[in-house]
């Protein structure tokens, strides 16, 4: 009779250890079911904010040098006397040659940016007439701090059916280091710009509608390419680019599409948001926003 109570109570202690190990391991189960649902739900957007802060950097860095130019051909003391201040740089115009230089002295510009270096734009003849056509090179050209490269042509396309004169812009092995956070940034990108012609005259408020497509390598290794919906408005009374949206398509991402909206239809801002599924950002174009 002990022989079989001590059996029974060794028994029982023996399936009494069985239920609690099977409910601790029932348990480590659902903990590793939940923590791997959770982790498969979470959504990393850092590369598309990336991507996104660059391409705000390209399309503002050539924009701001096809800019530069439009204004070289327009000021009245450039074409007069060979030299004039235009946007913090140093601005010079050789007839002979037909070339435009900035030389940047590492002042502040109007939209925030610290520039210094060279700038040359070579012209086939005046800007403004139908055929002509201007091959930029940037030497030692630094924005904040990081350098800025690549091949950049301007071709003057003529008026279009609604009046407007239309350029088309080329940049090809564009590169850019950021001055923050570092890492290279290299696209390429084919733009357009379309004015009234009758506003491309010295004192006017001219009025650039901006549309084009671009790709390449984000700073942090990231493929990306994009589009442009609607035009961004490229005003030269304004050093920021606004309302306009750009598509954006980041592949190697848990959320591969995106958008880029500038928004500010009035007045002149440098805040932009950016769209990923339910979230969203808002940033300003400027070194210490785009850091990412």
Same mark, same amino acid.
């Given at each position: 009779?002990?022989?079989?109570?001590?059996?029974?109570?060794?028994?029982?202690?023996?399936? %009494?250890?069985? $239920?609690?190990?099977? /409910?601790?391991? !029932?348990?480590?189960?659902?903990? @590793?079911?939940? +923590? *791997?649902?959770?982790?498969?739900?979470?959504?990393?957007?850092?590369?598309?904010?990336?991507?996104?802060?660059?391409?705000?950097?390209?399309?503002?860095?050539?924009?701001?040098?096809?800019?530069?130019?439009?204004?070289?051909?327009?000021?009245?003391?450039?074409?007069?006397?060979?030299?004039?201040?235009?946007?913090?740089?140093?601005?010079?115009?050789?007839?002979?040659?037909?070339?435009?230089?900035?030389?940047?002295?590492?002042?502040?510009?109007?939209? %925030?940016?610290? $520039?210094?270096?060279? /700038?040359?734009? !070579?012209?086939?003849?005046?800007? @403004?007439?139908? +055929? *002509?056509?201007?091959?930029?090179?940037?030497?030692?050209?630094?924005?904040?701090?990081?350098?800025?490269?690549?091949?950049?042509?301007?071709?003057?396309?003529?008026?279009?059916?609604?009046?407007?004169?239309?350029?088309?812009?080329?940049?090809?092995?564009?590169?850019?280091?950021?001055?923050?956070?570092?890492?290279?940034?290299?696209?390429?990108?084919?733009?357009?710009?379309?004015?009234?012609?009758?506003?491309?005259?010295?004192?006017?408020?001219?009025?650039?509608?901006?549309?084009?497509?671009?790709?390449?390598?984000?700073?942090?290794?990231?493929?990306?390419?994009?589009?442009?919906?609607?035009?961004?408005?490229?005003?030269?009374?304004?050093?920021?680019?606004?309302?306009?949206?750009?598509?954006?398509?980041?592949?190697?991402?848990?959320?591969?599409?995106?958008?880029?909206?500038?928004?500010?239809?009035?007045?002149?801002?440098?805040?932009?948001?950016?769209?990923?599924?339910?979230?969203?950002?808002?940033?300003?174009?400027?070194?210490?926003?785009?850091?990412?």
């Amino acid at each position: 009779m002990t022989a079989r109570k001590n059996s029974r109570d060794k028994s029982e202690v023996h399936s %009494s250890g069985m $239920r609690k190990f099977s /409910i601790l391991a !029932a348990g480590i189960i659902l903990l @590793l079911s939940y +923590g *791997s649902c959770k982790k498969n739900k979470s959504i990393d957007l850092n590369p598309d904010v990336n991507a996104a802060n660059d391409v705000i950097l390209s399309v503002s860095s050539y924009t701001t040098i096809f800019n530069l130019m439009i204004k070289a051909r327009l000021d009245h003391d450039l074409l007069t006397t060979g030299m004039a201040m235009i946007d913090k740089a140093v601005a010079t115009f050789d007839p002979e040659k037909m070339e435009y230089g900035f030389t940047f002295l590492g002042d502040i510009s109007p939209d %925030s940016v610290r $520039r210094s270096g060279n /700038i040359r734009i !070579a012209l086939s003849g005046d800007i @403004l007439l139908k +055929g *002509s056509s201007a091959l930029l090179t940037l030497k030692d050209y630094y924005e904040d701090e990081g350098l800025v490269g690549g091949t950049d042509s301007i071709f003057n396309e003529g008026v279009n059916g609604t009046g407007h004169l239309v350029f088309s812009n080329h940049v090809s092995g564009g590169v850019i280091n950021k001055a923050v956070e570092g890492g290279t940034i290299h696209v390429s990108m084919v733009l357009s710009f379309s004015a009234p012609s009758s506003s491309l005259v010295s004192g006017q408020d001219i009025l650039f509608l901006e549309q084009g497509t671009l790709s390449g390598l984000s700073s942090k290794g990231h493929s990306f390419s994009a589009s442009f919906r609607d035009a961004l408005q490229d005003a030269l009374s304004c050093p920021w680019l606004k309302n306009g949206i750009i598509d954006l398509q980041v592949s190697d991402t848990d959320l591969p599409d995106g958008m880029i909206d500038f928004m500010t239809a009035d007045g002149c801002s440098d805040v932009i948001w950016y769209y990923f599924g339910n979230s969203e950002f808002k940033v300003r174009k400027n070194k210490f926003f785009l850091k990412n």
